[in-house]
């Protein structure tokens, strides 16, 4: 099946800097989204990018597809966007829009 | 105004009872599902239904049984709960299956803690 890798695995930045998070994933998908899993556990929709570029505020994400990865840029970090970031891709071999997550990144963003 | 519910949030059981999570969505999405997450937080699909039919059907043992009464409710009952089930169980829904429409919303979660 699909492979989904993130990195890096974990994160520490202090407040005001700027992260790239990476997707790699390992044959085409239909669907990519990208999740923000807050400290309290609940799994916020950020972006649904199977390719190109979308900006959501300080948030931007980029998917190329015929290379098989995605990007997630958080600029001027706060503390309020520590969480867990989950990339999750559908391979699309049938119209069940399966989602497969990948194992996350671990955001802790210090004042 | 919460656009996908479960109930009840946290669910503190014995091992062997059998219990329910209800999960409904407002949004008029004609498609649902069930995630589990693990201690590691893993999140892997369970379940999924289209109009109230089943779609996927993950390697989940047959103790655990989704019924979709209608479109807007997909609920998962579970028998004889083991220690291994304890996670934390996640309802979705999107629009449909179709290319543009499958963006999927998470419900709050619901603890389960399996003693």
């Known amino acids: 099946g699909i492979q989904v890798e993130q990195s890096p695995p974990d994160l520490i930045l202090q407040e005001g800097a700027n992260s790239t998070l990476r997707c790699n994933f390992s044959d085409s998908v239909n669907n990519l989204q990208w999740f923000h899993q807050n400290p309290w556990g609940q799994l916020i929709n950020l972006f649904y990018?199977?390719?190109g570029t979308k900006q959501n505020g300080r948030l931007s994400a980029t998917t190329v597809a015929t290379e098989r990865y995605s990007l997630l840029y958080i600029s001027s970090s706060q503390t309020t966007d520590s969480g867990v970031y989950f990339c999750a891709v559908d391979p699309g071999s049938g119209a069940t829009n399966k989602l497969i997550f990948g194992t996350g990144t671990l955001l802790a963003v210090q004042p | 105004d919460t656009a996908v519910s479960q109930t009840p949030k946290y669910l503190v059981t014995q091992m062997g009872n059998d219990k329910s999570i209800k999960c409904e969505q407002n949004l008029g999405h004609d498609t649902m599902y069930w995630y589990k997450q693990d201690s590691k937080k893993f999140l892997k699909i369970m379940f999924s239904y289209n109009n109230k039919e089943l779609i996927i059907n993950e390697t989940v043992p047959n103790r655990f049984s989704p019924k979709s009464p209608d479109k807007a409710h997909l609920n998962l009952h579970i028998n004889s709960l083991e220690l291994g089930d304890s996670a934390v169980y996640f309802c979705?829904?999107?629009?449909?299956?179709?290319?543009?429409?499958?963006?999927?919303?998470f419900g709050p979660g619901t603890r389960l803690l399996v003693l």
């Open positions: 990018i199977p390719s």
């Open positions: 979705a829904s999107s629009q449909d299956l179709a290319v543009g429409r499958e963006t999927q919303y």
